[in-house]
């Protein structure tokens, strides 16, 4: 709710209008029920918690990896205007902070070959309350997991262990730029009301031009990422059906006028797979050193950064496999021959199924 609704909601509950503040101080740190709200007077607490819930999403399961510096979420949205779906978030804590992947749909339209998010379908947008809800699950999390019977303590600007999220990458199940009105009030409410920087944002895209220019007008400095794939039309065509509407030189047109206009250095995702193709049988992929020539040639002199991201398993891809070592860093090679600035992504989660293309709607138990 907005400031002046919830004011008129807590009177209603014959309170007064400072509870409202209150109230809202916790929304915005992730509160998951009205009970850790100590400030606020029991009886105000259990007439909330009969009349409201906090969020639009409440957490069905956690899934915590192995090194422990990955949690999946299974959240379970609540809107009753709307068909109840599960959807999916995944917090990494890293070295440079902790970052939210956020999912911007139930399901993906996009049917790209080698992910697990479009295998059932698309079911509808997410709202942009259902986006910032993943982020302050996410951020309840950080904030109370090292000392969890103190929730009460958790203060509304941050601590000082800094468990906080610092970065945003709408990178999770869906197209967000089929979704572009919620996630623009998504993104701006992280912006103005948890202090999350524009350029610590990073929306990715398949390419959807139109959302690519919509997303440049806008004028924000988040970061775009370009989920790529491949170096030609042809090849991008077999693995990625939203090629045929847009080819790789419009994409790549609109997402260079986003860099120069947002002054933000362009990502390319590119996912290094082998796979059956109608022209070559099953001695198919896409990381043959003549791509690793062709992607330099599209690349040259611009601003980017090019992600490469080893194919992670999804059980019913099973005609795809991931590439060597060698051959990964080969294809590093030539590019960086080239000048063209690149990395090699260090997944995180694949033992919980929230790497790179494995999130899912209605995921299986593990």
Same mark, same amino acid.
């Given at each position: ?7 008129? +909601? ?27 709200? #100590?400030?606020?007077?029991?009886? &105000? ?8 819930? $906090? ?27 709307? @068909? ?12 440079? %902070? ?6 911007? @749909? ?17 079911? *509808? ?27 009460? #303590?958790?203060?509304?600007? %941050? ?18 730029? @089929? ?19 524009? *350029? ?63 002054? *933000? ?7 290094? &797979?082998? +796979?059956? $193709? ?69 997944? *995180? ?16 138990? &593990?």
């Amino acid at each position: 709710m907005p400031p002046s609704e919830l004011e008129q +909601f807590v009177v209603g509950l014959g309170q007064p209008r400072f509870r409202a503040k209150q109230v809202q101080e916790w929304l915005y740190r992730g509160a998951p029920d009205f009970s850790v709200m #100590k400030n606020l007077p029991e009886s &105000l607490r259990r007439d909330l918690g009969r009349a409201a819930q $906090t969020l639009p999403c409440t957490i069905e399961q956690k899934l915590e990896s192995l090194d422990r510096q990955t949690t999946k979420f299974l959240l379970r949205t609540t809107d009753t205007n709307q @068909q109840h779906d599960i959807i999916e978030t995944v917090l990494m804590r890293t070295s440079y %902070g902790n970052s939210v992947c956020v999912s911007s @749909q139930a399901g993906c339209a996009m049917g790209c070959k080698f992910c697990a998010s479009t295998l059932l379908g698309l079911k *509808r947008n997410l709202t942009a309350n259902e986006m910032l809800a993943q982020v302050l699950a996410a951020q309840w999390e950080l904030r109370t997991r090292l000392a969890p019977h103190d929730a009460h #303590k958790v203060r509304a600007n %941050g601590d000082p262990n800094n468990n906080d999220v610092s970065h945003i990458v709408v990178m999770g199940t869906g197209e967000p730029l @089929q979704n572009t009105e919620n996630l623009r009030g998504f993104l701006g409410t992280a912006n103005a009301k948890l202090g999350i920087s524009w *350029r610590r944002m990073t929306v990715s895209t398949c390419g959807i031009v139109p959302g690519i220019n919509e997303l440049t007008e806008w004028a924000r400095p988040v970061n775009l990422a370009i989920s790529l794939h491949a170096p030609n039309d042809e090849l991008r065509g077999e693995l990625m059906p939203i090629n045929k509407r847009y080819p790789i030189a419009d994409v790549l047109d609109a997402a260079f006028a986003h860099s120069e206009r947002t002054g *933000r250095q362009l990502m390319i995702e590119y996912i290094l &797979l082998d +796979f059956p $193709t109608p022209n070559r049988g099953t001695g198919g992929g896409n990381y043959a050193p003549e791509h690793a020539e062709q992607l330099s040639a599209l690349l040259k002199d611009k601003s980017v950064m090019v992600n490469l991201i080893p194919w992670n398993a999804v059980a019913e891809r099973g005609d795809l496999s991931a590439p060597s070592n060698n051959a990964v860093h080969r294809f590093q090679d030539i590019l960086k021959e080239n000048g063209i600035h690149t990395r090699i992504r260090r997944e *995180r989660g694949a033992d919980i199924g929230s790497a790179c293309g494995q999130l899912r709607l209605n995921p299986q138990p &593990l």
